[in-house]
């Protein structure tokens, strides 16, 4: 399957701790996004790249938040000092960028902060 | 700030009938898309619509996009259980998609 990978699927931690995910996009899309999902909310704008260039970032990413795709390839997202507030799915996409391009989401990390 | 309103927010319903959902917002959206997101999934795009007035059909499911491209409408004829999930819309360009809050459908047997 060469669809849109994300580790750990589930993370349970406890607040005032760091946490990591990674994303492993389909191979060659260039683009990847980042997205937080909360219960009962559709999925909220964090952030996305063109490559290896974080071309925008949400204000929702406060600067306990920050993001890497060092290759262009796999991304990470890092929230340090967690708080309970931060409980919430992290998606991630990717896409060619093309205009009205098609996203393609992984399954998500499932991110709980006791 | 751009917003998009989706209703119902539930719909139960029993398989065979029809339904219909609704994703309106007050601002211009140069396309919007339809997606379906099952529990513990992540959303998976079902048509992007961007022409205003444009209608998609895909199988049992038809889609609209207003004349004036600021809401959308998702027809389902004869729902199945398999239509259970949550649908939603998105609009926007270029990945910053701004979602709508969804419609939790569930199709009883």
């Known amino acids: 399957d060469t669809g849109v990978s994300q580790n750990p699927r589930h993370k349970i931690t406890k607040r005032g701790q760091n946490v990591t995910f990674r994303c492993d996009p389909i191979?060659?899309?260039?683009?990847l996004y980042w997205y937080r999902q909360t219960l009962g909310q559709g999925p909220e704008f964090l952030t996305y790249?063109?490559?290896?260039?974080?071309?925008?970032k949400s204000r929702l990413l406060s600067d306990r938040f920050s993001a890497e795709r060092p290759k262009g390839s796999f991304s990470t997202l890092e929230i340090q000092r967690t708080e309970q507030g931060d409980s919430a799915m992290y998606l991630c996409?990717?896409?060619?960028?093309?205009?009205?391009?098609?996203?393609?989401f992984g399954s998500g990390t499932q991110l709980s902060v006791l | 700030t751009q917003l998009l309103e989706q209703s119902p927010q539930f719909l139960s319903i029993q398989e065979g009938e029809n339904l219909t959902v609704y994703c309106n917002s007050s601002s211009v959206f140069s396309s919007l898309q339809w997606y379906r997101q099952e529990p513990g999934e992540g959303p998976v795009l079902l048509v992007t619509v961007v022409t205003g007035g444009e209608v998609k059909k895909l199988k049992r499911l038809t889609f609209q996009f207003g004349d004036a491209r600021k809401d959308s409408s998702l027809h389902i004829t004869a729902a199945q259980p398999g239509d259970t999930g949550l649908y939603l819309c998105a609009g926007g360009s270029q990945g910053n998609l701004i979602f709508g809050k969804g419609t939790k459908l569930s199709v009883k047997p």
């Open positions: 790249f063109q490559n290896e260039a974080q071309l925008e």
């Open positions: 996409a990717s896409s060619t960028g093309h205009i009205n391009e098609k996203l393609f």
């Open positions: 191979s060659e899309h260039n683009r």
